[in-house]
């Protein structure tokens, strides 16, 4: 190590199965008080400056080899309208000292002081499982308030980031507004924003917008992820980033209940991204001895375009977050009673399913909602959770019983943090539902909001669940979350306390998943709330699965689909078959392009298979088959997208093997244009010189292709396809041929 620079190397290699990715590391530099955190292609830089004052100084390519930073220097004010405070790239501001721009961190004192200056402390490193993470302590210059500041960088490229505020007081303070982190991003006028917005039905839309100076504040209030927001961006530059190359600064924030991300151009083309709690609504009082902890905010950096920040998200989630990681089981294929039953759940139509279900090939029958209490419709029964008689006179056990002959595993449907107004356990508890007292509480889906905040109903979620899986085998739980909060009032604590259901409800949500999940080893969870409203990487810590859209129709999909996988794994994303016409857009789709587009993700079924015809039933016999063989490419391979759907009245997706042995290629023709032919297709992520066998599904829509051939051919030259007419698909499967 040069000269008197001394470099404590603080995390070793962390490297993945498959080939090793450079090594993830904190270095710091004494002299110059500045830490390089390095992962993946990024490196990100904080020291601290001459003012004592934490800052950015470089997010960006990864830096090699022991560097030489420069020192930290708080940048001159630019007038007393632009004070040094805005200008400087501060790591964690407080809101004091005359900062204009979005703060960190916001607090109230007693006496009703509301500054906070936060100076430089100390720092120290922890070893852990999977590498050491760096705490560096801010403290305010006058009051005993600490905020404590984590870093974790991990091998695929990503840099987790946290925060837990301290009082040491002797008065109680109220936060009023708390984020995770702050990213500060590079000078540029050339920024582009993407992000994910839509609603229910019409999930995961991919936007792009030219950042201008000002805020664009990306955000949920509805005490969940959301439909209509992703906690997920990603940052180019117009003109020069694209799917396949170009800088990409991304983050993502994981954190189940209302969130913020503000993103903010400052005067001096400086772009600073900020995410935690959503500040509306929110106030935490913290006591003498007691600390917030905030969301994880995690964040990477490319140079090869959106499709490698979306492998590196997807890694980085099959590695470290999902449960089983970093090797997670691969979604079993599942059948679901839904779309052909309803409500009307009875033993005898659910063994009709089960029998057809078994027949084609699937491993997992769900009965959905229905089941339990007396529900006949959605206007009762939520809360009461025991087998309706009715429907069920024997219990679950005869249908799970017959489940297990037939070779598949059972899973059931419920909505555990909602209740109906008809319904003994709100007759018996109307204090339990989310609620102003003296004013009036709106139904969604004739349902209310249980307050989960509450440790109380806590136990009785808890307390019901583990009951229902231990007296039954079930394998699986569909968790439903079908509405927004509303009038969020905690009338059972001390006023001052009220607003902290914002934080308490999603914590004893994540509680009760772990505890369950701790009892019952083998148990997987879906998070379903009406599609898109609840898919965040807290959730994803605590469940297997999670589904993308209630809207089921395979041309709307493509779109959903593809804007799901920009933040997340495919592995997740249950994708299903269903019945045509689609209730939602009435459309009409051939069974195989619905297939090839379920079968994008983790595969399902939610037609009623009992109406199906011979023909029908032997093409989705093979077809699950053909998925069974390409399975764990599709759910934990390296995905590219090669046509987005967006883009063209064609869709070209490819999934590469974790190990490079297969490669599996889907193409789409939405709708054929004076027949015109499917675009050539090259592949990506394969080995040049390797030779590959070549199998297509319908060899008829690939005509004339070889038996073998090279990657280099695969993705120079390409293949042509002879797709025509509308909602007309395949695929075709590239098998390394290993030489002896």
């Known amino acids: 190590m040069p000269g008197r620079k001394v470099y404590l190397v603080l995390l070793a290699a962390l490297v993945t199965s498959g080939a090793a990715l450079p090594q993830s590391a904190i270095r710091y530099d004494p002299a110059t008080r500045v830490w390089q955190l390095s992962a993946g292609e990024m490196t990100y830089e904080i020291g601290v400056n001459d003012q004592n004052g934490l800052q950015t100084m470089y997010w960006g390519p990864r830096l090699e080899g022991p560097s030489t930073p420069a020192t930290p220097k708080a940048y001159p004010e630019a007038a007393s309208f632009d004070p040094s405070v805005s200008a400087t790239p501060l790591e964690y501001a407080g809101w004091g000292g005359g900062i204009p721009t979005q703060p960190a961190l916001k607090i109230s004192f007693p006496d009703g002081n509301r500054s906070l200056l936060l100076d430089y402390l100390d720092s120290k490193q922890t070893d852990g499982p999977n590498g050491n993470q760096l705490e560096i302590t801010l403290r305010d210059r006058l009051a005993e308030v600490y905020v404590h500041l984590f870093y974790k960088v991990y ?46 039905g019409a999930e995961w839309q991919l936007h792009t917008v030219p950042l201008v100076p000002g805020h664009s504040v990306l955000e949920s209030r509805r005490g969940s992820t959301s439909h209509q927001s992703n906690p997920w961006l990603a940052i180019g530059r117009t003109g020069e980033t694209t799917e396949t190359a170009g800088p990409v600064w991304f983050a993502e924030l994981g954190w189940s209940g209302s969130w913020q991300i503000d993103v903010e151009q400052t005067f001096s083309h400086r772009v600073k991204i900020t995410g935690g709690y959503n500040n509306f609504d929110f106030s935490y009082p913290l006591g003498p001895g007691e600390s917030l902890k905030t969301p994880i905010f995690y964040a990477g950096y490319t140079s090869k375009g959106h499709g490698e920040a979306s492998r ?74 025991y087998v309706n008689q009715t429907k069920f006179p024997h219990g679950l056990k005869p249908v799970i019983d017959r489940v297990h002959q037939l070779g598949m595993d059972f899973g059931i449907w419920v909505e555990p943090e909602m209740i109906n107004p008809d319904s003994d356990l709100y007759r018996k508890h109307p204090e339990w539902a989310m609620n102003f007292p003296g004013r009036p509480r709106t139904e969604a889906r004739n349902q209310l909001v249980l307050n989960l905040a509450r440790d109380d109903v806590k136990q009785y979620i808890l307390s019901f669940l583990d009951k229902l899986v231990s ?63 609840r898919v965040d990487l807290g959730i994803l810590r605590y469940t297997d699965e999670v589904w993308p859209s209630d809207n ?38 051939p069974l195989q392009f619905r297939f090839t587009v379920a079968m994008t993700g983790a595969l399902g079924i939610g037609s009623d298979v009992t109406k199906w015809t011979a023909d029908e039933s032997a093409l989705a016999t093979n077809l699950i088959a053909f998925y069974k063989t390409i399975r764990s490419t599709v759910q934990q391979g390296a995905l590219y997208r090669l046509i987005a759907p967006e883009t063209s009245e064609q869709t070209a997706l490819e999934y590469v093997a974790e190990d490079g042995h297969q490669a599996v290629l889907f193409a789409f023709l939405h709708s054929q244009h004076y027949g015109e032919p499917f675009q050539t297709l090259r592949a990506q992520g394969l080995e040049p010189a390797a030779l590959y066998r070549v199998k297509p599904l319908d060899p008829l829509k690939a005509p004339g292709l070889p038996q073998e051939m090279t990657g280099s051919e695969l993705m120079g030259p390409g293949i042509s396809l002879h797709l025509i007419g509308d909602y007309d698909s395949t695929a075709i499967v590239f098998e390394k041929v290993e030489h002896k």
């Not at 839904?338 to 029958?365: H, Y």
């Not at 959903?560 to 994303?573: E, K």
């Open 155 to 200: 091998a695929p490229g990503i840099l987790a980031r946290w925060s837990q505020i301290e009082n040491r007081t002797k008065g109680v303070i109220t936060v009023e507004q708390a984020a995770s982190a702050t990213l500060n991003l590079p000078p540029s006028t050339s920024y582009e924003l993407s992000s994910l917005s839509g609603r229910w």
């Open 312 to 385: 590196i998200l997807h890694r980085f989630q099959q590695q470290q977050i999902l449960p089983g990681a970093p090797h997670p089981k691969p979604r079993p294929i599942i059948y679901n009673s839904w779309e052909a039953t309803g409500f009307n759940v009875n033993e005898a139509g659910q063994l009709a399913l089960a029998e057809k279900a078994a027949s084609l090939g699937v491993e997992r029958m769900v009965i959905d909602d229905g089941w339990f209490g007396q529900r006949v419709t959605d206007h009762a029964g939520l809360g009461d959770w």
């Open 471 to 533: 007296e039954n085998d079930i394998a699986f739980l569909k968790w439903d979350y079908n509405r927004n909060w509303s009038e969020p009032g905690w009338d059972a604590v001390p006023l001052p306390e009220q607003k902290e259901i914002y934080v308490r409800y999603i914590n004893n949500l994540c509680e009760i998943l772990a505890e369950l999940r701790k009892r019952h080893p083998k148990l997987e969870i879906e998070s379903c709330s009406g599609g898109g409203g």
């Open 552 to 589: 089921t129709d395979a041309l709307d999909r493509l779109s959903i689909q593809d804007g799901f996988s920009h933040a997340y794994t495919l592995g997740v994303m249950v994708a299903w078959v269903t019945d045509v016409p689609n209730f939602l857009d009435r459309r009409i789709i």
